[in-house]
Nanobody
């Protein structure tokens, strides 16, 4: 049974920071992990991805990089460090695992396993 368990969400003031964690367990193999988010009434949105081997990272195109993804392979854990948070970042954040060996990992269909999500609320 594959499990992805997110933690670290909560309520934060605009301009603050949070670090989300995702622990992967169970019998599975994946080549990459990603973070997505979904705000109320909106589609799920790609936030960041990272490959277990090599640590290559992927982010949406943006003028401002406020989020950083990292991994600790020994702990089967992926992190999302979020800084300078804005109310528009309010969403449920999901961790996902992909078995793809290639690709930019920016769409949800490239992922095979999903966590239950952790809620992030940014107040102004």
């Amino acid at each position: 049974q594959v499990q992805l368990v997110e933690s670290g969400g909560g309520l934060v003031l605009a301009g603050g920071s949070l670090r989300l964690s995702c622990v992967a367990s169970g019998r599975f193999s994946s080549y990459a992990m990603g973070w997505f988010r979904q705000a109320p009434g909106k589609e799920r949105e790609f936030v960041a991805a990272i490959r277990w081997i090599g640590g290559e990272t992927y982010y949406p195109e943006s003028d401002e990089l406020r989020f950083t993804i990292s991994r600790d392979s020994a702990k089967n854990t992926v992190y999302l460090q979020m800084t300078n948070l804005k109310p528009a970042d309010t969403a449920v954040y999901y961790c996902a695992a992909s078995r793809l060996r290639s690709g930019r990992l920016t769409v949800s269909s490239e992922y095979d396993y999903w966590g239950q999500g952790t809620r992030v609320t940014v107040s102004s």
